[in-house]
């Protein structure tokens, strides 16, 4: 079949003359560039297609590794302050540690925590950033299913505005779960102290299962050139 198609071909071309035979090279030379050209063309297409997709590839295992990172760090920080967490607390147990917790963040330094909870021993007890006096009773009231809600509210007598504004920072961001629900501050005019009334409330998580410390703060980023 194909014999027979190349025979007919050539009988065709004996009879052209020159300038048909001409025509039809320049013809047959278009035609090839032409396909050249849309077989280069589609490539480029394929390519870019494929180089699009890997990548989205490499942002997406970016992201899955920054994620994995992120996920680390939270569970990290929960098993701190679930820690600070625990069903088996009477009444009393839970106001002593939120005590203690306040005159430790009450401190210029305040001291680490031990792995109980309790604040550590420092030398400098005594150097306070605010003075918190005796603190009264709180109330402990049943917040909902699995939690627990402690409230206490103390009036610290004086204190310079910029420590009060870190010892307030201090207090939201404590391990255990604490929450300012009312705050009153006044300052005399003849004076740069403040006054201040606190209402915190701290929510206990009943049942808390402790998770593992030991994983890295950070995880390296996956890099690509």
Request: net charge neutral; glycine share 4%.
């Amino acid at each position: 079949m194909l014999n027979k198609y190349l025979t007919r071909v050539m009988q065709m071309w004996r009879h052209l003359n020159v300038r048909e035979r001409r025509l039809a090279q320049v013809v047959a030379l278009l035609v090839l560039l032409f396909m050249g050209y849309n077989l280069v063309q589609n490539s480029l297409v394929r390519l870019n297609e494929l180089d699009a997709r890997i990548d989205n590839y490499q942002q997406d295992l970016v992201n899955y590794r920054q994620q994995i990172a992120l996920r680390q760090r939270v569970e990290q920080r929960y098993s701190r302050i679930a820690a600070q967490h625990s069903s088996a607390w009477s009444e009393s147990e839970i106001q002593d540690r939120l005590r203690q917790e306040i005159y430790r963040l009450a401190m210029r330094t305040p001291p680490g925590l031990t792995p109980d909870g309790y604040p550590e021993r420092s030398s400098d007890d005594r150097d306070t950033l605010v003075l918190v006096p005796t603190l009264g009773q709180g109330t402990l009231q049943e917040g909902g299913q699995g939690y627990r809600e402690f409230m206490i509210a103390f009036r610290v007598p004086r204190a310079e505005f910029a420590n009060m504004v870190t010892f307030l920072e201090r207090l939201q961001t404590s391990p255990q779960s604490l929450r300012i629900d009312d705050l009153e501050i006044n300052r005399s005019p003849l004076t740069t102290e403040v006054q201040s009334m606190i209402q915190i409330t701290r929510t206990i998580v009943d049942g808390t299962d402790t998770l593992s410390a030991d994983v890295p703060e950070t995880l390296p980023l996956a890099r690509w050139e």
